[in-house]
């Protein structure tokens, strides 16, 4: 199994793990509900996490309060979505192809932090395995598996991608 922070492991230097974290953090920027969210991505020792601060908006339950399911659901599958293109050489842009939340417990209304392991990245495909916390990494809120498909480019539209870029 290969996790994120092997990589992290790897690169030495302090300006190599800000620029892995800047590179997240531009692939987040990237998809209008990540922005939504506020995720953010941080770094926790050798591993990158993303964080998501709490806001109203992301309330389900006013009673308890309690942060809504489904914004956990897409913090777990973004988060996943970012390790595999991270990780992927040809930075190709992966789709969800089926996904497992586990709800472990109640998340309360404040900053939750997910992080992501690469279970197996393939030519085509990627599964990638979440865990999501708040304040006490022990203390699982929530938990799930990803697997994502990873486009590939038909030869006619590599070519034309290729005469695009040349133009450019």
């Not at 996943?80 to 417990?105: E, F």
């Amino acid at each position: 199994m290969k996790t994120i922070g092997d990589s992290a492991q790897q690169s030495s230097s302090p300006t190599e793990k800000e620029k892995e974290c800047a590179d997240w953090q531009a692939l987040l920027e990237r998809i209008p509900y990540a922005q939504h969210l506020g995720l953010e991505v941080q770094r926790d020792d050798a591993v990158l996490l993303v964080h998501m601060p709490c806001r109203e908006a992301l309330i389900g339950n006013f009673m308890l309060p309690a942060l809504h399911g489904g914004v956990l659901g897409a913090l777990i599958e973004l988060t996943a979505r970012v390790a595999a293109q991270s990780q992927d050489t040809g930075k190709r842009c992966p789709r969800i192809l089926d996904s497992h939340i586990n709800y472990l417990r109640s998340a309360k209304a404040r900053s939750t932090f997910a992080s992501a392991e690469i279970v197996r990245q393939g030519r085509r495909t990627s599964l990638v395995r979440v865990i999501c916390w708040q304040g006490d990494k022990s203390k699982l809120i929530a938990s799930g598996q990803v697997q994502l498909l990873l486009p590939t480019i038909a030869p006619k539209q590599e070519d034309l991608h290729e005469q695009q870029a040349q133009q450019t």
